[in-house]
């Protein structure tokens, strides 16, 4: 167990009239995480630090810092590579949001790519069968095909950054994008999981399953080399002439073509917009404690993580216990309520007034604070006795379990400079919409099936509309002016509640990155359509006396997916002690998750 409890019973002997009491009380302390629990320590280093989801994409991060590249250069190629090392989560057709701290200017900007409705986007041509899980239970649109696919922005944030931030030309940072693309990367377990269980987003559509599959129809498997070499040629051309060859030149007309043959949306016109839309903003940020906590703005769904911070700041975390029964009631319930907020108030801040000041003030939040604290009362005062109304299935342990559709990674990357950066980036579900375009070996996002068809909500899809995200959702922890903590995670709506948990495990339980990261953690089945949510998913390596408590306090706690699941996200993260120098870099082994410093 990660966090194992130790009951030292205190016996306290009272002598009155003759009887003696004896009263037992249980101190329940928090023992340290052994390395042996945690699986792997944390990595180490001072020059620089880069943590992904897979470690050839780490690998080439770690190259560019090597040859004296900085963060921005090194988290590029880094994002740019996982075209190859995992294909299925995100890549030039994706979306994604940065935030960056830059040491020179001593600020912290937000880069929003996260993808934009199609100007002629008409809900009237969907059909009601084209319809495959993606792990989100959407359901609300057509999940795959050329009409769930927003604009894409990945490639655009990436050359962004490297054009105002970066010190090498995109056909240096590329080099091992290209690579992988060209002459293959080896299939994991974790990829075989992951083709398994996305294998029917693809197979629709004939240049997908010619490049996605084995002979048109086999998913790749352990053992196998996986290449994409139209994707080589193309991201080849791109680094040689540029990103307008991609939104505005000949790549672009035939995506284009073959969205208009193929019956989507995306135009021409869509596609020469793009670059004019990413543009550098002004994150939001909180106090907590002594730190400045910055986030995206909308349309990202950041400030959600911050509003369940400023609602836990107002108890006593470390007297609680980590993972004890009143910690993760309070913590649930803020959760909860704060997810409330963001399906209420989130969508595009051109289409829609967000309220940002009001969600993250004071007085809000005390008042958010006071209802988790009447919630937690209530739910404590009607505890029940053993039930099986809140019963699951035995935990399992499948690898190749087709519950793997989720399609999100998140990088992280500090450089000697003090220059530190979080990018999280999507294909929305398990290959996107499942869609390649042309002969261009991109595949398209299925950004759109995260959007709502109800009238007048905040993220209803609307032509021209900003995709309200949970990508947003990432932090960095300042203090004394400089970055101290940076962490992001995938997961879908669980994103937003995985990012808090690792803060808090390394922010009040002063855990490393690694074992904040490798702590059990649980979230909330909280997609579109299900707020407030009904169900939790938790890891059994939270006590099971917690649990139980837990449902015996009427939450329906699921525990089908066992000790380690994917559903509760893959974070990375760095930690930088600014006295010493010292970099500590954390990734998640329920992915393909690496971090490497030097």
């Not at 009447?374 to 404590?380: I, P």
Request: one cysteine or more; a positive charge.
């Amino acid at each position: 167990m990660y966090n194992k409890i130790k009951v030292r019973p205190i016996q306290i002997f009272i002598a009155s009239a003759g009887v003696v009491l004896i009263l037992l009380l249980l101190n329940l302390t928090v023992v340290a995480q052994a390395a042996k629990d945690n699986l792997r320590p944390a990595a180490l280093g001072k020059n620089g630090m880069i943590a992904t989801a897979n470690p050839l994409a780490t690998l080439a991060g770690q190259k560019i810092l090597v040859k004296g590249g900085n963060a921005i250069d090194a988290i590029v190629a880094a994002a740019a590579s996982l075209n190859a090392a995992e294909p299925y989560m995100s890549g030039t057709g994706g979306v994604g949001y940065m935030l960056f701290y830059s040491a020179k200017e001593n600020r912290v900007r937000s880069l929003v790519f996260g993808g934009w409705v199609p100007e002629t986007f008409r809900i009237t041509k969907f059909k009601a069968d084209a319809k495959v899980a993606d792990g989100a239970g959407h359901g609300q649109m057509e999940s795959i095909g050329p009409r769930i696919a927003a604009v894409p922005g990945n490639l655009a944030g990436w050359a962004k950054a490297l054009k105002d931030y970066g010190t090498m030309p995109l056909s240096e940072v590329f080099e091992s994008a290209i690579d992988y693309l060209e002459n293959g990367v080896p299939v994991t377990e974790f990829d075989q999981a992951m083709w398994a269980g996305t294998v029917a987003r693809v197979s629709p559509h004939a240049e997908s399953r010619k490049i996605f599959l084995k002979n048109d129809k086999d998913p790749y498997v352990i053992g196998d080399y996986f290449t994409n070499k139209p994707l080589a040629k193309t991201m080849r051309r791109i680094a040689s002439e540029g990103i307008d060859v991609f939104y505005k030149g000949e790549i672009a007309k035939e995506m284009a073509a073959a969205f208009a043959r193929d019956g989507g949306f995306i135009t021409e016109k869509d596609l020469a917009s793009v670059q004019d839309k990413v543009q550098w903003v002004d994150p939001i940020s909180i106090k907590y404690r002594d730190y400045t906590v910055y986030n995206n703005p909308p349309p990202g769904m950041g400030i959600q993580q911050l509003q369940t911070l400023k609602i836990m700041e107002g108890f006593d975390m470390k007297k609680m216990g980590h993972n004890s029964v009143d910690y993760l009631a309070h913590l649930l319930e803020a959760v909860n309520l704060s997810r409330i907020d963001t399906d209420k108030y989130i969508g595009d801040p051109k289409f829609v007034s967000v309220p940002v000041d009001m969600l993250l003030s004071d007085a809000y939040i005390a008042k958010q604070r006071e209802k988790v604290i009447a919630k937690v009362k209530e739910r404590n005062a009607g505890i029940k006795s053993e039930t099986t109304l809140n019963s699951f299935p035995e935990a399992i342990d499948n690898p190749n379990s087709a519950k793997y559709k989720y399609a999100t990674t998140s990088l992280s990357a500090v450089d000697q400079w003090g220059n530190a950066v979080v990018i999280i980036q999507t294909h929305g579900g398990g290959f996107g919409s499942g869609y390649v375009a042309g002969n261009s070996g991109v595949v398209f996002n299925s950004a759109l099936d995260w959007m709502t068809l109800e009238p007048g909500k905040a993220n209803t899809v609307a032509p021209g509309k900003a995709v309200g995200w949970c990508i947003g959702g990432m932090m960095q922890f300042h203090k004394d002016g400089k970055p101290q903590l940076i962490v992001g995670s995938p997961g879908s709506f669980g994103i937003l509640q995985s990012v808090p948990q690792v803060a808090l495990n390394a922010i009040e339980f002063g855990m490393n990155i690694q074992d904040a990261i490798s702590a059990p953690r649980f979230r909330w089945k909280d997609e579109l359509g299900l707020v407030p949510a009904k169900e939790i998913i938790m890891e059994t390596r939270v006590q099971p006396a917690v649990i139980k408590t837990l449902r015996a306090m009427g939450y329906v706690i699921d525990t089908s997916l066992g000790d380690w699941t994917m559903t509760v996200g893959g974070a990375q993260g760095i930690t930088i002690d600014h006295k010493t120098g010292w970099m500590m870099g954390g990734a998640d082994l329920r992915r393909n998750g690496y971090a490497v410093g030097w």
